[in-house]
């Protein structure tokens, strides 16, 4: 599914306009990053957390040469389902 049939999907669902039902996307996004930038959790009970987690340092190969080379520390945003959506999907 892309943005554009989710804005669809959300403004047929919830009767609004396509414009109001972008909005309304583009806040929840807005908000989701702006959690996690400041390594806050997001949880939606039933549907799941989003959250930040640190990924350690770590060595790598280049999988054209082979030579080992160093991977930094790092952050990456994570989901985790919640049940609803776990036993839904099953």
């Known amino acids: 599914?892309?943005?554009a049939e989710l804005i669809a999907n959300?403004?047929?669902e919830a009767k609004i306009?396509?414009?109001?039902?972008?909005?309304a996307l583009n806040s929840?996004?807005?908000n989701v990053t702006k959690?996690?930038?400041k390594g806050d959790k997001?949880?939606?009970t039933g549907f799941g957390t989003?959250?930040?987690a640190k990924r350690k340092a770590r060595s790598g190969r280049n999988p054209r040469t082979g030579k080992e080379i160093k991977i930094a520390a790092t952050k990456v945003?994570?989901?985790?389902?919640?049940?609803k959506l776990k036993e839904t999907v099953k």
Do not use: Q, Y
């Not at 306009?17 to 909005?23: G, I, L, Y």
């Not at 945003?77 to 049940?83: V, Y």
């Open 1 to 3: 599914m892309t943005k």
């Open 10 to 12: 959300i403004s047929k």
């Open 17 to 23: 306009t396509k414009a109001a039902a972008e909005k």
């Open 28 to 30: 929840f996004t807005s």
């Open 35 to 37: 959690a996690l930038k």
């Open 42 to 44: 997001l949880t939606l």
């Open 50 to 52: 989003f959250m930040v």
């Open 77 to 83: 945003a994570k989901f985790k389902p919640g049940n």
